[in-house]
Nanobody
Framework: QVQLVESGGGSVQAGGSLRLSCVAS???????MGWFRQAPGKEREGVAK????????IYAESVKGRFTISQDNAKNTLYLQMSSLKAEDTATYYC??????????????????WGQGTQVTVSS
């Protein structure tokens, strides 16, 4: 059974930093992993994605230069280092993964495996 467990969320002032972690278990052939977020009253959106084999990364324009996605394959762990946080980064952050190259090209509706989410609150 695939399981993704996020941690590291919390409350921080604008300009601060947080690091989110996501531990994956139950499978080993994940093709990609990503971070998504959902703010109250808004749709879930992609934040960053990493192709686990090549290490290639993709970022949403809104977080480029501030967030960094990385992985530790030995620990089956995905990270999201968030810096220069803004109030608009406030959301529930979700870790997601998939084993299909086709699904990995897509977005929210394509990823099949999801964590339970971790709350990030940025106060201005």
């Amino acid at each position: 059974q695939v399981q993704l467990v996020e941690s590291g969320g919390g409350s921080v002032q604008a300009g601060g930093s947080l690091r989110l972690s996501c531990v994956a278990s139950g499978y080993s052939n994940r093709y990609c992993m990503g971070w998504f977020r959902q703010a109250p009253g808004k749709e879930r959106e992609g934040v960053a994605k990493i192709y686990t084999g090549s290490g290639s990364t993709i970022y949403a324009e809104s977080v480029k230069g501030r967030f960094t996605i990385s992985q530790d394959n030995a620990k089956n762990t995905l990270y999201l280092q968030m810096s220069s946080l803004k109030a608009e980064d406030t959301a529930t952050y979700y870790c997601a993964a998939d084993t299909s190259p086709q699904r990995c090209i897509g977005g929210v509706g394509d990823f099949r495996f999801w964590g339970q989410g971790t709350q990030v609150t940025v106060s201005s």
